[in-house]
């Protein structure tokens, strides 16, 4: 499964973003992907995740309410909207897909393919 972002800029505090990710190759195999985005020397954290079959959507409560994920099966491509942007949501943000189901969605070491990244810089 290749996955490829695209949709980073930036952006002024309370602005919209919205980010894609496509997936070519064996794309049944996933079951699950996410949204995950890595601060300047942080490790990656767990932004949204939404399951394959049936579409249903988590989030972190910092974002909660503010993004939402969303995947065009057709297109075989993963969204991510984000509004009201904050400064503190300036990342790299990363899509991920899993064959496997977990426990815990955050746990990036669930996800088996990862794509390049996007940057986000949210300025005030």
């Known amino acids: 499964v290749h996955l490829q972002e695209s949709g980073g800029d930036s952006v002024q505090a309370g602005g919209s973003l919205t980010l894609s990710c496509v997936a070519s190759?064996?794309?049944?195999?996933?079951?699950?992907m996410a949204w995950f985005r890595q601060r300047l020397r942080q490790d990656p954290g767990a932004v949204a995740h939404?399951?394959?079959?049936?579409?249903?959507?988590s989030y972190v409560d910092s974002v909660e309410g503010r993004f939402t994920i969303s995947r065009d099966y057709a297109k075989n491509t993963l969204y991510l909207q984000m509004r009201d942007l904050k400064r503190e949501d300036s990342a790299m943000y990363y899509c991920a897909a899993a064959p496997t189901y977990a426990a815990d969605w955050h746990d990036r070491f669930g996800y088996a393919y990862w794509g390049q990244g996007t940057q986000v810089r949210v300025s005030t």
């Open positions: 939404i399951y394959v079959a049936d579409g249903t959507s």
């Open positions: 190759g064996a794309t049944d195999r996933s079951v699950r």
